[in-house]
């Protein structure tokens, strides 16, 4: 049923849950299991002048890179005391929902496993959350987790 899975994740609490379930999913019809990220680092700003204005200082590409390591390799990890690992990780430059259906397209996923809210969920307010940008727009099944 399922031959290649994708799981996108962010380290939040409900990418975390995605990514037991896409193993799990995995084991169970035999699955290659790929991983999709993309980094988000906090924009931090700086108060400057004395009518408090302020000027966003935009993280470095060794920033976002360091960033985009430090989830993947928790994500590998938990995944390895599982007993599993995966085929690839994919490391997106984009957005995470155009990153995830890029990426659920170069491997011809046949699943998609992500966590309903991430840890963009105050924007997801304003904006629409990954997970609906990608069941929406997706080419192939997708399984939204809690």
Not at 100 to 105: E, G, M
């Amino acid at each position: 049923m399922f031959r290649t899975i994708l799981v996108s994740y962010d380290g939040s609490d409900h990418s975390k849950n995605a990514l037991a379930t896409a193993a799990n999913v995995a084991r169970k019809y035999g699955a290659v299991l790929h991983l999709s990220h993309t980094p988000q680092v906090d924009t931090p700003m700086v108060v400057v002048g004395p009518f408090v204005s302020h000027v966003e200082v935009p993280p470095t590409p060794e920033q976002i890179a360091e960033a985009g390591q430090k989830v993947t390799q928790e994500a590998e990890d938990n995944l390895k005391s599982s007993g599993g690992s995966f085929a690839a990780i994919h490391i997106g430059d984009t957005s995470p929902a155009v990153d995830t259906l890029a990426v659920a397209d170069e491997i011809e996923a046949d699943l998609i496993v992500m966590g309903r809210r991430g840890i963009g969920s105050v924007r997801a307010l304003a904006f629409g959350s990954v997970s609906q940008a990608v069941a929406h727009r997706s080419k192939c099944a997708c399984l939204t987790v809690v």
